[in-house]
Structure formats: C-alpha cells, structure tokens
C-alpha cells in the first residue's frame, strides 16, 4: 500500500527521522512569542536567493491568515535567538514591520541547526542546486559527514548527492546562471562532460541565447566528440604522408609484412604501427620479422 502523504506543518517538510528529532521536546524547547529584534540570522543558512515577489505574497498570506506555522530558533546568548528555520517567514514579518513571531525553541548543536535548515529547505523545494551542493559541502568541511552520511539524512540516494556536489567544478559563472534558474540541474551536469571552461561558458551562453533542451546539447556535445574524433584521425594521417621517405618506408614495410603499416612521425622519435587480424596472423608476422 502507497504511504499516504503527511499533511500541513512541519511534518510535511521534514523526513520522518528528522522530524522526530525536532518535534521530540527536550527540557529547554518550546514555543513562545519571540519580539523580533531578539532574533539573528543563522550563520548556517543554506538559502543565499531570495525573490522579493514571493516574500511580498507570503508577507500578504501571512497578514491575511497569520503563521501556518513557526520558524525554529536556538537560543544565544544576552536574550538573543538564533535563525534556524523559517527564514522566508522572519522577513516575510519584518516587511509587515510585526514585533513578534511565533517560534520553537530547539536546544540544537551546530551541525543539528545546519542540517535542520537544509532539510527544511530542500524538502520545500527552495534551495536552487547551486546552494544544495554549497550546503552539502558545508556538512563535509565543517562537521566531517560523508556522502553517505548526507544522502542518509536527507533520504537521498549517495549518487545524487556527489552528482549536486560536482556542480561546483564548474565555473563561477556558469553558477551564477544556475542560480538564476537560467540553466537546468540537467544542463549543468551535461555541461561537466566538457573538460575547457572557455567551451562551458560558451555552450551555457548558447543554452540560454537559443532555449536549447538537454537533449540538444547532447547532441551538440556528441557531434564535436564525433568531429574531434575525425580530425585527430586526419592528422594522424596526414602526419604519415608528410615525409616522402618515411611514406616509402611505410609502404616498404607492408609489403614485406603482408599487413598494413602506418609510420607515425614526430619532431624527434616516431613510432610503427603494424597491423594484425587474428593470433595466428600475429604469429606469421612474428615469423617474417625474425626471418628478416
């Protein structure tokens, strides 16, 4: 039988595990009305994006409705509480210039505050790939966690956590466009089959200029490979036949041999290529060269 979905609250945004965690009272936490100048910003915050628009229509839904639920606090020192989760909500109620908000107060460490705003956050939906993978090394620079112990945590398979975590090889700019959800997750792990970052950029522009599709950009991708292919076989080639004598050397040699032969020349050295269609046609090359 399907798992039937959990409802409103923060049940509906926090794994099972997690939840737990965080709905498991210890002696310190509760709920309380907190004025808002109490309240800093949590150092760990994954979410670095903020639209104005959508916190200007949570700012008009809370005003109609008030708090579906609260945001998620620890406690500071001198009378002051630290963000946790619900940072949408906090500035939501600052533009409605509110005094007090509702919160729950967690006796939590910082990796406890970390990975509580990163759940929230992913399971909401709201960190961009870009920020993922940012908060994602921020558990392994920080507080030691393994890709399995991340993909474990956010109920995550581990190859779809290194995949989100690669996303930060590629350039700052093409981060950026990522950010402004101008490029796709799938464009960008596309995108890190290419090994030149000037090629990055270049194919990121084109992805954006013309609204290519992934699938566009894979075949763009597979015809340069394909191309690329060609042309190092055509110099290849082309490095054979450039010398007269190393190309009557070649053709000597095939004609001794009973077998193609290729002479590739560089500046200094060269190397010769013989080839050979079967075992037993190796061993009657092996035998003319000792004849020889």
Same mark, same amino acid.
Do not use: C, W
């Given at each position: ?186 464009? =960008?792990?596309? @995108?890190?089959? *290419?090994?030149?970052? !000037?090629?990055? /950029?270049?194919? #990121?522009? $084109?992805?954006?200029?013309? +609204? ?37 050397? =070649?053709?000597? @040699?095939?004609? *001794?041999?009973?077998? !193609?032969?290729? /002479?590739?020349? #560089?500046? $200094?050295?060269?190397?010769? +290529? ?19």
């Amino acid at each position: 039988m399907e798992k039937k979905a959990l409802g409103k609250g923060l049940s509906a945004l926090i794994p099972e595990k997690i939840n737990k965690q965080i709905l498991d009272f210890k002696p310190g936490d509760g709920i309380i009305n907190l004025k808002i100048t109490q309240i800093v910003p949590n150092p760990y915050q994954p979410r670095k994006e903020f639209d104005a628009k959508t916190l200007q229509d949570l700012a008009a839904s809370i005003k109609e409705k008030g708090f579906i639920q609260p945001i998620i606090v620890r406690k500071q020192a001198e009378g002051r509480y630290e963000l946790i989760a619900g940072e949408r909500r906090f500035r939501a109620a600052n533009i409605l210039q509110y005094n007090e908000i509702p919160a729950i107060i967690k006796n939590v460490n910082d990796e406890e505050s970390l990975e509580i705003s990163l759940i929230e956050n992913i399971q909401r939906e709201e960190l961009n790939p870009v920020e993922q993978a940012q908060a994602y090394q921020e558990l392994i620079d920080k507080f030691r966690f393994s890709q399995e112990k991340i993909a474990q945590a956010m109920g995550k398979a581990r190859t779809t956590i290194n995949n989100t975590l690669r996303i930060l090889k590629l350039p700052q700019k093409i981060q950026e466009y990522i950010r402004k959800n101008l490029l796709s997750f799938s464009h =960008a792990r596309t @995108l890190l089959e *290419i090994g030149e970052e !000037k090629e990055q /950029i270049s194919l #990121a522009e $084109k992805i954006i200029s013309s +609204e290519l599709s992934v699938r566009e950009l894979e075949n763009i991708l597979k015809h340069k490979r394909s191309f690329g292919d060609k042309a190092k076989e055509k110099k290849r080639h082309a490095a054979v036949g450039s010398d007269p004598y190393v190309s009557a050397a =070649a053709e000597e @040699l095939q004609h *001794i041999l009973g077998t !193609k032969v290729r /002479i590739i020349q #560089a500046k $200094k050295r060269g190397r010769i +290529e013989i080839e050979f269609y079967s075992a037993q046609d190796l061993e009657r090359i092996l035998r003319v060269v000792k004849n020889k």
